[in-house]
């Protein structure tokens, strides 16, 4: 655990908190790496990734079908405005205002 946590890769985009995966990108906004990454570069060892395949591909046959609070609350995903400060995690409120920074829509 010590050795992978030590190889890894953080993402080029100093503002984000990722690291890059094994196909050359950041696990948490998709940016590619910017610069060369090592030969042997392998975010995660080859028998972690067959096991988190693995475990994606029962996650995803267990899953249950979506119903219609399911449907309901994925539409209030995809509505939600993001804050306007791009350095901010927060999201826009009833009050037109970041409920993580406070600033105006």
């Known amino acids: 655990m010590d050795q992978d946590w030590e190889n890894r890769i953080l993402c080029s985009d100093e503002s984000c908190i990722g690291v890059i995966g094994p196909d050359g990108r950041c696990k948490e906004c998709g940016r590619p790496y ?6 042997t570069f392998s975010a995660v060892p080859p028998a972690a990734e ?3 395949q693995k475990q ?4 995803i046959d267990n899953h249950p079908a979506p119903d219609d ?8 995903w995809a509505q939600r405005r ?5 350095n901010c995690i927060g999201v826009i409120g009833p009050d037109g205002r970041c ?3 406070g600033k105006p829509a």
Do not use: W
């Open 82 to 86: 993001l804050c306007s400060d791009e």
């Open 69 to 76: 609070e399911t449907a309901a609350s994925d539409d209030e």
């Open 56 to 59: 994606q591909d029962s996650d």
């Open 50 to 52: 067959d096991e988190e």
């Open 99 to 101: 409920k993580e920074c």
């Open 34 to 39: 910017e610069g060369e990454l090592p030969g």
